[in-house]
């Protein structure tokens, strides 16, 4: 009889406490942080492992995911685009005033400017990163007419009698 009176009691005891650890648990600042890291730590990190989250949940810890981002965005399209780096280059450099051409025969005038031309990588190349298009060494001070006559893309826009003058080809 002591062994059941006794086992009643154990079991109301542990009920009793099992009520007041949840009412604590559910009510309490810490205990709702420490339930946020239980259903972390036993259920979700499982089920995330499963997904490999669990590497990307670590670098967003971490803070890393940020600047990898910022660095991956910097590598496939950052750097200057062609406007702002003219503007800066113009404004270390001072432009030359060219002569214009002028058609003997019909009096036309075609009038000159100084240009970047982008010799190796050209304009048109969307893959590459503004950083790898408009650097110094892939610009090249150039004359109209001069970079009508290396770039067929260029060349398209000057006139007719230039064209036929210089024998200029375009695209």
Do not use: C
Not at 95 to 120: A, C
Request: no cysteine.
């Amino acid at each position: 009889m002591y062994s059941k009176f006794t086992g009643v009691l154990g079991r109301f005891t542990f009920d009793q406490n099992s009520s007041l650890l949840a009412d604590a648990v559910e009510n309490t600042k810490v205990g709702r942080s420490v339930s946020a890291a239980e259903n972390f730590l036993f259920l979700e990190l499982p089920a995330s492992m499963a997904g490999g989250e669990l590497l990307a949940a670590g670098w967003r810890a971490a803070g890393i995911s940020k600047y990898l981002g910022q660095a991956f965005n910097y590598v496939t399209k950052g750097g200057p685009t062609f406007a702002e780096y003219r503007a800066a280059y113009w404004a270390k450099n001072v432009k030359p005033s060219l002569d214009p051409l002028i058609n003997r025969e019909t009096g036309q005038v075609w009038k000159q400017y100084m240009e970047l031309h982008h010799r190796f990588i050209p304009q048109r190349a969307k893959w590459a990163p503004n950083w790898l298009l408009n650097n110094r060494f892939n610009l090249q001070p150039i004359s109209s007419l001069g970079h009508a006559m290396v770039d067929p893309y260029r060349a398209r826009t000057a006139p007719k009698w230039v064209k036929e003058i210089y024998n200029l080809t375009w695209k």
